[in-house]
Each structure stands twice: as structure tokens, then as C-alpha cells.
């Protein structure tokens, strides 16, 4: 099976974005990838936001990239756009560095007005950095998205069935087999 990058742009230590992909990580297990989280929060600003690209966690980041087969890109959307830390992130990536790669881009947001910010704002970086393949993304209402006092995720049942189609046919484009519906 493939490897994945799931990447979360959200700069919020309690991030439900963070939280709706860790879930849809375990998904994408289930299917049996081999998944690597990365926070981007949890670079050094400094080496973001100086542009270090010799920095060694920039240096490890971009090492990440390099060895997967797909890449999950997860953010919250902030005025129409994605998140500031995301494209720091981005910015100090090669050109190419998507290059031949299948992405899933999945955007979280308090309003349906933000919707398009995936087509219009994330999906074309994600062109101009070479990916192979973007398959269709998502944008999950936070009102969707409720934690609980233990910190787990529970997703409205109408977004978690998009969801839960969406990540399937991510793993598909990656070569990946189907689910059976009661793994789901």
C-alpha cells in the first residue's frame, strides 16, 4: 500500500481541523497505508517564518514530502484562504515537491461562504507545485465537528458519510482496495 503525509495547517494546539484528519488518518490505515502525521505547527516559527530552508526540521519536512505516495492537506479557512502557517509551510517546499503525488485537500469553517476556498486558493498551489493527482476535496462546517471532554472527535452523521467517501476514493487513486461497509 501507499504512504501518506497528512499534514494539518491549523496553527490551534486544539484544532478540530488537526482532529478531523488524525480521524481520517485511521480511516486511511484501515485501508491499509501507512500514514505520518505532520502539524505544522509544531515547526519552529522561526525557521517558517525566516525562510530557513536549511533548518533540520525543514530539512525533515521536506524529506517527508519526498518519500510519500500521497498527501492529505488539511486547514482551517481563515477570510476565503487557507491558513497562513500552511502556506509558510509551502513556501519553503521545492517547486515540485508534490510532483507525481495524489492530494487530498480538505478544508474546515464556520460558514458555507468559505466553500470554494479549496478550488480557488489551495487547489492552485497545489497544481503549481506539480501534483500528480488532486482528487476531490472537502469543507466540513465546524458546527460538524464537536469534541468531546476526552478530546475525541464526533462528526455530524451527514458530513462523516462525505467524509468517509471522500478518504475512499483518496485511497482508490492511490491504489488502495474499498472498505467493507461495516469496516467504515
Request: aromatic share 4%; proline share 6%.
Given at each position: 500500500?501507499?504512504?501518506?503525509?497528512?499534514?494539518?495547517?491549523?496553527?490551534?494546539?486544539?484544532?478540530?481541523?488537526?482532529?478531523?484528519?488524525?480521524?481520517?488518518?485511521?480511516?486511511?490505515?484501515?485501508?491499509?497505508?501507512?500514514?505520518?502525521?505532520?502539524?505544522?505547527?509544531?515547526?519552529?516559527?522561526?525557521?517558517?517564518?525566516?525562510?530557513?530552508?536549511?533548518?533540520?526540521?525543514?530539512?525533515?519536512?521536506?524529506?517527508?514530502?519526498?518519500?510519500?505516495?500521497?498527501?492529505?492537506?488539511?486547514?482551517?479557512?481563515?477570510?476565503?484562504?487557507?491558513?497562513?502557517?500552511?502556506?509558510?509551510?509551502?513556501?519553503?517546499?521545492?517547486?515540485?515537491?508534490?510532483?507525481?503525488?495524489?492530494?487530498?485537500?480538505?478544508?474546515?469553517?464556520?460558514?458555507?461562504?468559505?466553500?470554494?476556498?479549496?478550488?480557488?486558493?489551495?487547489?492552485p498551489v497545489l497544481n503549481s507545485m506539480g501534483a500528480g493527482h488532486i482528487v476531490q476535496g472537502w469543507f466540513t462546517l465546524d458546527k460538524d465537528l464537536q469534541t468531546g471532554p476526552d478530546g475525541a472527535l464526533t462528526i455530524a452523521?451527514?458530513?462523516?458519510?462525505?467524509?468517509?467517501?471522500?478518504?475512499?476514493?483518496?485511497?482508490?487513486?492511490?491504489?488502495?482496495?474499498?472498505?467493507?461497509?461495516?469496516?467504515?
Amino acid at each position: 500500500m501507499a504512504t501518506v503525509l497528512s499534514v494539518s495547517g491549523s496553527p490551534s494546539a486544539t484544532s478540530r481541523t488537526a482532529r478531523l484528519l488524525r480521524h481520517l488518518d485511521a480511516r486511511l490505515e484501515r485501508h491499509g497505508h501507512e500514514v505520518i502525521p505532520l502539524d505544522v505547527r509544531t515547526l519552529p516559527a522561526t525557521a517558517l517564518l525566516g525562510a530557513d530552508f536549511a533548518h533540520p526540521a525543514i530539512v525533515r519536512a521536506t524529506a517527508l514530502f519526498a518519500r510519500v505516495d500521497g498527501v492529505v492537506i488539511g486547514t482551517p479557512i481563515y477570510k476565503a484562504a487557507y491558513s497562513g502557517l500552511l502556506k509558510s509551510l509551502l513556501d519553503l517546499l521545492p517547486q515540485y515537491a508534490l510532483e507525481g503525488k495524489t492530494v487530498l485537500p480538505l478544508a474546515t469553517g464556520g460558514t458555507t461562504a468559505h466553500v470554494l476556498a479549496i478550488d480557488y486558493a489551495l487547489r492552485p498551489v497545489l497544481n503549481s507545485m506539480g501534483a500528480g493527482h488532486i482528487v476531490q476535496g472537502w469543507f466540513t462546517l465546524d458546527k460538524d465537528l464537536q469534541t468531546g471532554p476526552d478530546g475525541a472527535l464526533t462528526i455530524a452523521p451527514g458530513s462523516a458519510e462525505a467524509l468517509a467517501q471522500v478518504v475512499d476514493r483518496f485511497s482508490l487513486a492511490l491504489g488502495g482496495t474499498p472498505l467493507l461497509a461495516a469496516a467504515g
